[in-house]
């Protein structure tokens, strides 16, 4: 009896590790928008992290994730298809919701820019809840990727008191803590890039700890 073409499994060659591009496109707009909440862009238009939230932090974030689930990684792929799609809402709110209304008076224009910065606190905190859980299960990954997590839910919960409360010092303290976040997006990104070139480890990026510890 022999096997029919039909019958033979389908064999599929692993795919790259898609981990270090998502990092970085995660980091890299991260930090963009960081700068600008940091007071860092005094003599740009505080909005270069618009284009590469749809593009980079968007695209190729949300197609990293993507990947993941062809390599069955439930959690990269949960938080980069996650993340990729937070920086596709925020350009699209920043671009269709956060603009007054054309035709608007100056009244209206400021009761609306008052509005937009409390849709902002309850964005930040809705992702505050999920980057919680995450931050628990990133335990399981490595001490890098927690430490991104781990900065990340700073960032979050700083700016959305901050856009809560209207306090321009707590956001600014928030997009220097953004920047720090982005830093370390950045350094396990290049560790992904490196390793995974030669195969062995080279920077380092910490094991699994807490939950994730061996038993």
Request: a neutral charge.
């Amino acid at each position: 009896m022999t096997v029919t073409e039909e019958q033979r499994p389908v064999m599929m060659a692993p795919a790259a590790d898609p981990a270090p591009l998502g990092l970085g496109a995660f980091a890299l707009t991260t930090f963009l928008l960081s700068a600008a909440n940091a007071g860092w862009m005094t003599k740009a238009t505080g909005d270069a992290w618009l284009g590469y939230a749809f593009a980079y932090g968007g695209v190729a974030q949300l197609l990293a994730g993507m990947w993941e689930f062809r390599n069955r990684n439930v959690f990269g792929a949960t938080a980069f298809g996650t993340y990729g799609s937070f920086w596709i809402g925020l350009a699209l709110w920043a671009r269709l919701v956060a603009p007054p209304p054309a035709g608007a008076s100056a009244v209206v224009a400021a009761a609306h820019a008052a509005a937009s910065t409390k849709d902002l606190g309850w964005i930040l905190l809705a992702f505050a809840i999920f980057n919680t859980y995450m931050l628990l299960w990133s335990t399981m990954v490595n001490a890098a990727v927690f430490g991104v997590f781990l900065t990340l839910e700073a960032t979050e919960i700083i700016l959305f008191i901050g856009f809560f409360s209207g306090s321009s010092g707590t956001i600014k303290f928030g997009g220097y803590i953004g920047i720090v976040t982005a830093l370390v997006a950045w350094y396990t990104s290049a560790a992904g890039v490196v390793n995974g070139m030669r195969g062995t480890p080279f920077l380092p990026v910490g094991k699994p700890f807490g939950m994730g510890a061996a038993s």
